[in-house]
Structures are given as C-alpha cells and as structure tokens.
C-alpha cells in the first residue's frame, strides 16, 4: 500500500467532501469546475499514473465514473460527459495523485463542442475540416 502523501491535496481532502466511494477509489466534486458538476474519480492509494493502478483499482475507479454519472445526471440533467485523465505532467497533470475528470457538458455550453477532448492539441481538434487545414 502506497503511503499518504501530507502535501498532496487529494491524500489530505477531508473525507466529508467525499460524495461516493467503494473499497479502492473515492469521488468527489473539483474545486475549480470547468462546468457545473465536475467531478474527479481518485484512488484511495497516492499513485501518479493510470499505469501503476491495479486491475481491481481501475476497474474500482471506473464503477465510481458510473456511479457518479448517474448521479450528476439525477442533479444536473447534462446532455452529455467528457471522461478524460491527464496523465504525466506532460500531458497536464497538476496534481500527482491519478484522478479521472468526469465533466458533465450541456448543450450550448460551447459553441461548437465537436472534437471534445481532442482541442487538447486545438490546430488537430477539427480533422472534419481536413481539407481546410494547412497543417
Ligand atoms: P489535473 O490538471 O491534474 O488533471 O487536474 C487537477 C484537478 O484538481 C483540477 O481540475 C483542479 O481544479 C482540481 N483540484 C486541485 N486542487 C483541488 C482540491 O484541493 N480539491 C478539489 N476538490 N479539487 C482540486
Ligand atoms: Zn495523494
């Protein structure tokens, strides 16, 4: 078992913030929600990367991103969900305690939402425009 980390913010996150968890993972609510009903899907065990969870921990951790699906959907009626996990700082990630981003989206909340998480790289994002593009 992989220790707390004392600097880590989700290893410390006060436990009533939790919103649903099984014996592996926990889910709760981001702090800085990129829409209403963000929600973050964390492992019990401070690990970085997706790569080093277990078998029984991803697939802990995936029943938790259907769980809270579901609920976010009872409170907030989105249209739709981004699921994404920014993995190595590279890719992203801030924080150094593996954590899958469950993003509820609604429709209009962008004025075009198609590509989704593939603005990450916004020049690839519209491969629809293929022909237009120049790179
Ligand atoms: P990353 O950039 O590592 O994929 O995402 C880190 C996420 O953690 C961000 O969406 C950020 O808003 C969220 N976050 C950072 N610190 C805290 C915190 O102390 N509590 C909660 N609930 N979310 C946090
Ligand atoms: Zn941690």
Request: glycine share 6%; proline share 7%; hydrophobic share 40%.
């Amino acid at each position: 078992m992989t220790m707390k980390s004392t600097t880590c913010p989700f290893c410390t996150i006060d436990e009533s913030k939790n919103v649903l968890e099984n014996d592996r993972a926990v889910a709760f609510y981001d702090n800085f929600p990129v829409t209403p009903g963000h929600a973050l899907i964390v492992p019990r065990r401070h690990i970085a990367s997706f790569f080093e969870a277990t078998k029984e921990e991803q697939a802990a951790l995936f029943e938790l991103v259907s769980e809270m699906r579901e609920r976010v959907l009872a409170e907030r009626a989105p249209d739709g969900f981004n699921i994404g996990i920014n993995d190595g700082t590279a890719a992203g990630q801030t924080v150094m305690h593996l954590h899958i981003h469950l993003i509820p989206r609604y429709a209009g909340d962008t004025e075009d939402p198609r590509g989704g998480v593939r603005w990450i790289m916004p020049v690839k994002a519209p491969y629809w425009k293929k022909g237009e593009r120049k790179t």
